[in-house]
């Protein structure tokens, strides 16, 4: 660990990471394509400049990818078997409600200040650790998961998080089912009566629909990136070296786990999933 550090300031042209207010960076080694994150309160920014007027010229695709890394963030601190707190959850649920909300104003209207004064303090509270308290410091498995792809095939951070994000979710489901359930039905406003398997299922169909409401991805076809099976093999050995063999919460994750992932990300099927799944979804969740 660092013992000291120059002391950081944030000037913000993007709303995403949260780097304002959090303790993490990421490294990029460009020869090796190896993605690294580093955490350590040392590197906090002293201060931030967030001005929205900053980020109204990027093009779509970066603000609806800084939107979804947003909602990652908040996502990897909530589906979690580590305990709960009852007011955590509810400022994540908050968090998430008013980012998906304002995603869907800036993809239909990208000047919009009040949009994109919502989403970039969303950003700063969802990486400051405030949506983890009472939790066993979160999951994260989807982030290692995306560094692999983005070290190997440099998408952008955002979308690559949406299309890897389906196949975890329905992966490790089976072992945190109580808290996707809550997801379904408190974030994307999923009415189904059913099963709490059928009501989970809808939830994860009706996040994929709103991706795609945004422009992002929800699989690596949609994406654009194809990777062989010698590519998903070193993928996963990569992401194990990063995140430590038997890492996450919400399920445990070894390299044959992160192998599937990647395999089911890439073998899912691009068509929308909600008209089949029998979904009762709130309008006034996305819109």
Known sequence: MAGKCIPVASVLSIAAAGSETSKGCVITNEKTGEKRAYDDNLARPKFAIMNPEYTKSLPDYQTESGCTDIMMRTMERYFTNGGNMKITDAIAEGLLRTVMKNAVILHQNPGDYDARAEIMWAGSIAHNDLTGCGNDGGDF?????EHELGGMFDVTHGAGLAAVWSSWARYVCGECLHRFVRYARNVMGVTLDGTDEEVAEAGICAMEDFYRSIGMPTNLNELGIHPTDAQIEDMAK????AAGTGKGSAKK???????????NALNMNIQGSRQNAGIGLRKSVIE
Do not use: G
């Open 238 to 241: 990569r992401c194990m070296i």
């Open 253 to 263: 994750l070894n390299r044959e786990d992160a192998v599937r992932i990647y395999q």
């Open 141 to 145: 498995m989807t982030h290692k998961l």
